[in-house]
């Protein structure tokens, strides 16, 4: 049996980071009202979300923020039973795609639905959530 | 001038947990295989390249401890990563350094040592391998979770069915149990399969290769160096194309492909001058069974959609007009990340030889194909191998 091989334990590493949010603040702070913003460039008019910063297309930091409507249609989803360390304190979710009118792709957790009556082309409202760790969710429900 | 490649030797450790070795004595297997196939030793070699993605192991910066072990030291090394295309990149980096006339034999090392972590961490860290911020940290994406996306997609657009994913499985452990190097050498059943517990919908435990822990080594050489060691049967490395997509899945432009692969595979087809019908053999990157069915139809092995009744109609299996996975695939054999896009250029290079034994597939045009993707399409390698 593999599990019977002598083994020693390493000395522990956590890494918990900073991650610098200064160029998308914004993102963060609507979060919290329920509300999912993107950017767009002032010179060139791409929208980007996820938002970032500077444009990748014509390389100017010169960006705008936009709110993103709330109505999205479902592209595809799964639901995540088995879940990833720093996840299992949560029930088990369902991690969807949807398009909102504004053209862009969101992911976000679907709630208030029941897998059996999740179809892709369906309606959502978007909107968002903390979650009792104080972490916040993007969040879709059936329209 | 640019040079010609071969694959001079190949190596191979067995698959598996691997508790009984450490990331070091697992590359030992592999080169030391390597060495003996190829009939040349360590003086013999001038680069060494360690593709590793290194995510999962406390030796985080392993090449120069692998390199030593081996006793090459002096012998570069670059250490390469592109997620579970590690490789593939590794090779092409190797490639690269003989066709630029730089050095004339390259020694590839794949490895990867990823059961020392439990497996909610490791999910947390494959989850890491899409965008870390905008995905994972706010949804707590997974690697099942990003292919199931496809495969709920691809079952909506395509009528793709839960069972004929399974087949991608039954397929796999079929050939899985010919392989002595596999993780998994056991058959199973279609409703094995089926009935497996939910991982993320709707990807069950048998959709998912394993965890494992693996190295596989490929030594390249010049046309050059290949006469000095009167080498028989070369392999030639004929063409390598490459692509990537973005990192967050949200901006892709569908989920019933991946773009990579078909950008990847032009290139590659392209360079070789041939078609997908020439490819006599390929291993695809199977990671989860449906990437298997994207695979088929991102390669060109059939029409878009049409991957499922590939399946039906036993076409990727051996006597098939296409046999794929041969080995067992990532599903059966294993897939430690690292050693995945070295083990399918041994795996094919014995092909080509015709030393596959049992596994051995018809040879018409000796061609084969090596599909290998990091991520969810993230990164994709198309290698073209030629005898």
Known sequence: MAEENPSITSRSITFTHKVPILKTRRFWEKLEEGEVYATKCRKCSRLYYPPQGDCAHCLSSDVEWVKLSKEAILETYTHALQRPAGFNQYEPYIIAIARTKDGVRVMGWLEDAKLEDVKIGMKLEMSTRKLTDGFLVITFKPR | ?387
Request: proline share 3%.
């Open chain 2, 1 to 387: 001038m640019v040079k010609k490649v071969a694959v001079m030797g190949v190596g191979h450790s067995r698959f598996g947990v691997r508790s009984d070795v450490t990331i070091q004595e697992l590359a030992f297997e592999a080169v030391k295989d390597a060495l003996k196939d190829a009939e040349i030793e360590q003086k013999d070699i001038d680069l060494s390249v360690v593709g590793t993605a290194g995510t999962r192991t406390y030796e985080l910066m392993p090449a120069v401890p692998i390199n030593e072990y081996v006793g090459l030291e002096g012998k570069g090394p670059i250490r390469v990563e592109a997620a579970c295309a590690t490789g593939s990149a590794a090779v092409y980096t190797a490639s690269a350094s003989i066709v630029s006339g730089q050095v004339d034999v390259a020694i590839v090392i794949g490895i990867e040592k990823m059961c020392e972590v439990d497996t909610a961490t490791s999910m947390a860290v494959g989850g890491r391998g899409g965008n870390y911020l905008w995905e994972f940290h706010l949804f707590g994406t997974s690697f099942p979770a990003y292919y199931a996306l496809h495969a709920t997609a691809h079952m909506a657009k395509y009528g793709t069915t839960e069972e004929q994913m399974a087949k991608v499985a039954v397929k796999a452990h079929k050939y899985g149990a010919m392989n002595p190097y596999a993780h998994f050498q056991r058959e199973i059943t279609v409703e094995q399969a089926l009935k497996s517990r939910v991982i993320t919908w709707p990807l069950k435990l048998y959709d998912c290769c394993p965890i494992s822990d693996g190295a596989a080594a490929v030594i390249l050489a010049s046309e050059d160096k290949l006469k000095e060691f009167k080498v028989e049967t070369p392999v030639w490395v004929d063409a390598i194309g490459f692509s990537s997509d973005t990192s967050n899945v949200c901006r892709r432009a569908d989920y019933v492909g991946l773009g990579a692969t078909v950008r990847a595979s032009k290139m590659a087809y392209k360079r070789a001058k041939i078609t997908p019908q020439k490819v006599d053999v390929a291993t695809v990157h199977d990671c989860f069974t449906i990437a298997e069915i994207l695979a088929y139809e991102d390669l060109g092995f059939c029409g878009k959609g049409e991957g499922g009744k590939l399946l039906d109609e036993g076409q990727t299996e051996i006597g098939g007009k296409i046999p794929v996975n041969v080995d067992g695939g990532l599903k059966s054999k294993g897939h430690p990340l690292g050693a995945t896009g070295c083990s399918m250029v041994c795996e094919l290079t014995k092909q080509l030889r015709g030393e596959a034994g049992k596994r051995q597939v018809p040879l018409k045009n000796y061609v084969a194909l090596a599909h290998n993707v990091g991520g969810t399409g993230h990164y994709a390698y198309v290698t073209i191998l030629r005898r």
